[in-house]
């Protein structure tokens, strides 16, 4: 089955809630199990960092309902590919949140990746929690 693998950040909204967050993680979880997509989040307080995979037609449909949703904007796609594997399989959506320094956030992430997640997708992950935390500029 040929799956789609989409790596793409974004700036919270100034006055997004602990509210509006847990929100956003509840329906992800809820409509990516619906549409079979798996994936993380990651939220620093101002950016997310989301990693999302499945059946592309599912992925394109749900990047344009990210691009409407107001609690976000300047939504940019880092990284999109074909993938033969799932590097998340058992999580619908998983939150991870994070300081917004990058050697905190990196920690945190290493803590909560399962060790079966390929290096590559590691290095993804880690390079984007470099441009969120604003340690690089691409």
Do not use: C
Request: proline content about 3%.
């Amino acid at each position: 089955m040929d799956l789609k693998s989409l790596t793409y950040t974004s700036r919270a909204k100034l006055d997004l809630s602990a509210d509006d967050l847990h929100d956003i993680h509840r329906i992800a979880r809820e409509l990516n199990s619906i549409d079979g997509i798996t994936g993380l989040l990651v939220f620093n307080g101002t950016h997310f960092l989301q990693i999302i995979e499945g059946a592309e037609a599912a992925i394109d449909d749900l990047v344009a309902r990210l691009r409407r949703d107001p609690r976000h904007s300047g939504l940019e796609v880092r990284d999109e590919r074909k993938v033969e594997a799932r590097s998340f399989p058992d999580w619908s959506m998983e939150l991870v949140r994070v300081n917004a320094g990058y050697f905190e956030a990196r920690e945190a992430i290493q803590d909560r990746v399962p060790p079966s997640v390929a290096e590559d997708v590691r290095d993804r992950l880690y390079r984007m929690t470099e441009l969120i935390s604003g340690t690089i500029q691409l």
